[in-house]
């Protein structure tokens, strides 16, 4: 049995960029960072930032543009997907992408882009209830509508 499966809570580093495919299909994209806590040998306390490519398709990529903004934080439940193509040098350039299969939006802030961690009293206040997105069938969308990497418009 394998398994492709992927969850990630972190924040937007980018805003959410909505594209169109030629055949009509809605596709966006945008950064994810998720950070690392722990105590290295010597206790001092060691941090570590990863970066993440979020690809989102169909009415949840609309979704995901109408309502993240950069600083937004964001569960992503997907898959990691690695495309190659030529560039125009005529080298193999490779990108990693988590394709999102379901996306639960975190708590929005009082004021766009600021810091998400507030103290327990203000976040009653702040959160905003969302649905929660999840792709119109268990498959890939693009898979399934045929929909190739060279449509991609990113």
Not at 19 to 43: E, H
Not at 97 to 111: H, L, V, Y
Not at 135 to 154: L, N, R, V, W
């Amino acid at each position: 049995m394998n398994l492709n499966k992927v969850f990630l809570i972190g924040n937007l580093t980018r805003d959410v960029v909505l594209r169109t495919t030629p055949s009509g299909q809605s596709v966006a994209d945008f950064g994810l960072a998720t950070n690392r806590v722990w105590m290295g040998a010597n206790g001092q306390k060691q941090q570590e930032v990863e970066f993440h490519n979020i690809v989102v398709w169909g009415k949840m990529a609309e979704l995901c543009n109408q309502y993240l903004a950069k600083g937004r934080m964001v569960f992503i439940e997907g898959r990691i997907r690695t495309r190659s193509w030529q560039d125009a040098n005529n080298q193999k350039r490779y990108k990693t992408e988590i394709i999102a299969e379901n996306i639960q939006f975190g708590p929005k802030s009082m004021r766009e882009g600021a810091k998400l961690e507030m103290p327990p009293e203000a976040e009653e206040t702040s959160h905003e209830e969302l649905p929660v997105l999840e792709a119109d069938t268990p498959g890939s969308k693009e898979e399934d509508e045929g929909i190739s990497s060279e449509e991609i418009p990113f």
